[in-house]
């Protein structure tokens, strides 16, 4: 069975300081997976995605993550938190059937930033 | 102007009414999904679509239904709301094509249902 796992309902730092989302996955296949924000009262945008090239992926606004088979982990990443980052943060898998219907959205983290 | 439009964005209805969520979009794309939100369960798929003539029920389709009238557009039933529907409703779209499962997806701003 497929599922996806974030770690935090919840993570708070501050401004300028490293920010740590974290994802453990299960699959039975080669998942695709992806980091997706939805900033309040918007629409879910596309931070990074992976799909069997380089393992460290690298998305916009400085996030990154690294696919980690052995730990089945797929954390976020950002060496310098910014105010804007405020959002909430959904992890994402796909495991690579052609049907869409094995998509699985994490249950999100709010990430808070503090002046 | 956007590539996913979502109307209405705000919509309150009573019970047993039928109601209609639609969805269009500018980006060309074949495949198109709706999804609904509810707070501290991510996103889960309702119904979506890899072309004109292809509709595929998803995770919690049960009291919904979805007809595809071209291929920019997708649009949401809900045949007699009940309160338990109340969520936030997006749609979404992808390319499709290359590795199963790899495409990224396009959403739209979302719909607020309220049934009371």
């Known amino acids: 069975a497929q599922s996806v796992t974030q770690l935090d309902s919840h993570v708070s730092v501050s401004e300028g300081t490293p920010v740590l989302l974290r994802c453990n996955y299960s699959?039975?296949?080669?998942?695709?997976l992806f980091w997706y924000v939805q900033h309040p009262n918007k629409g879910l945008q596309l931070l990074l995605k992976?799909?069997?090239?380089?393992?460290l992926v690298k998305g916009i606004n400085g996030f990154e993550a690294e696919f980690k088979k052995s730990e089945t982990s797929f954390h976020l990443t950002k060496p310098s938190a910014h105010m804007s980052d405020a959002a909430e943060y959904f992890c994402v898998v796909n495991p690579g059937y052609s049907s869409a219907s094995k998509i699985i959205f994490g249950s999100g983290t709010r990430l808070s930033i503090r002046p | 102007d956007a590539d996913v439009t979502q109307t209405p964005r705000n919509r309150i209805t009573k019970t047993g009414k039928r109601i209609m969520l639609e969805c269009s979009q500018t980006k060309g794309h074949d495949r198109m999904y709706w999804y609904r939100q509810d707070p501290g369960l991510g996103l889960r798929l309702i119904y979506y679509s890899f072309d004109v003539k292809d509709i595929n029920k998803g995770e919690i389709s049960d009291g919904y239904s979805v007809s595809r009238q071209a291929q920019a557009k997708f649009s949401l039933s809900l045949e007699s709301a009940i309160p338990n529907q109340t969520a936030l409703y997006f749609c979404?779209?992808?390319?499709?094509?290359?590795?199963?499962?790899?495409?990224?997806?396009?959403f739209g701003p979302g719909t607020r249902l309220t049934v009371l």
């Open positions: 979404a779209t992808s390319e499709g094509g290359g590795r199963a499962g790899a495409d990224t997806q396009y």
């Open positions: 699959s039975s296949y080669s998942p695709s």
């Open positions: 992976y799909t069997s090239a380089a393992t």
